[in-house]
């Protein structure tokens, strides 16, 4: 497992939930159980191998759940521009990303586009890497290290 710890509020049943960076489908899956079959999850990756791997289990964990159709679904495109992968405005009550923020080039298109597409009064939740300083220009330019 790799990421930073998913973050969600408790109170999740019949939400409308997007996932950004969701790779494999992982935290997708989880949140699916939680909103119930009223509720939706869409995942968006940039990889297409992930989006492929997530979209295998789909069924399988609809009829884990009891479920009698699926209630999540994994699209290929960039968090910079979900409009691109069909996401339209005030679509989502809540926002996720675990550990894929940090990885943008550009952070605050990320932010618009989350809140072009939650809802009024929907909530972001995110874990991410960040330092409290600025971080030494050999750190910077590191190839491993950044």
Same mark, same amino acid.
């Given at each position: 497992?790799?990421?930073? +710890?998913?973050?969600?509020?408790? @109170? #999740?049943? *019949?939400?409308?939930?997007?996932?950004?960076?969701?790779g494999?489908?992982? *935290? @997708?899956?989880?949140?699916?159980?939680?909103?119930?079959e009223?509720?939706?999850?869409t995942? =968006? *990756?940039?990889?297409?191998?992930?989006?492929?791997?997530?979209?295998?289990?789909?069924?399988?964990?609809?009829?884990?759940? +009891?479920?009698?159709k %699926? $209630?999540?679904?994994?699209?290929?495109?960039?968090?910079? $521009?979900?409009?691109?992968?069909?996401l339209?405005?005030n679509?989502?009550?809540?926002? =996720?990303? $675990? @550990? &894929? =923020?940090?990885?943008?080039? *550009?952070?605050?298109? &990320?932010l618009?586009?989350?809140?072009?597409? #939650?809802?009024?009064?929907?909530?972001m939740?995110f874990?991410? &890497?960040?330092?409290?300083?600025n971080? %030494?220009?050999?750190?910077?330019?590191?190839? =491993? #290290?950044?």
């Amino acid at each position: 497992y790799y990421g930073c +710890g998913l973050v969600v509020p408790e @109170c #999740l049943e *019949d939400c409308w939930i997007l996932d950004l960076g969701s790779g494999s489908g992982r *935290d @997708c899956f989880m949140l699916s159980k939680l909103v119930g079959e009223r509720g939706h999850v869409t995942g =968006i *990756d940039m990889t297409k191998e992930q989006i492929q791997v997530a979209q295998k289990f789909i069924e399988y964990h609809t009829q884990l759940f +009891g479920f009698s159709k %699926p $209630n999540v679904e994994f699209l290929q495109g960039y968090i910079e $521009n979900l409009g691109d992968a069909g996401l339209k405005d005030n679509s989502f009550d809540i926002i =996720i990303s $675990n @550990c &894929v =923020i940090n990885l943008s080039p *550009d952070k605050k298109a &990320v932010l618009k586009e989350a809140y072009r597409v #939650l809802k009024d009064g929907g909530e972001m939740y995110f874990s991410d &890497v960040y330092a409290d300083c600025n971080l %030494p220009e050999a750190i910077r330019t590191h190839k =491993i #290290l950044w």
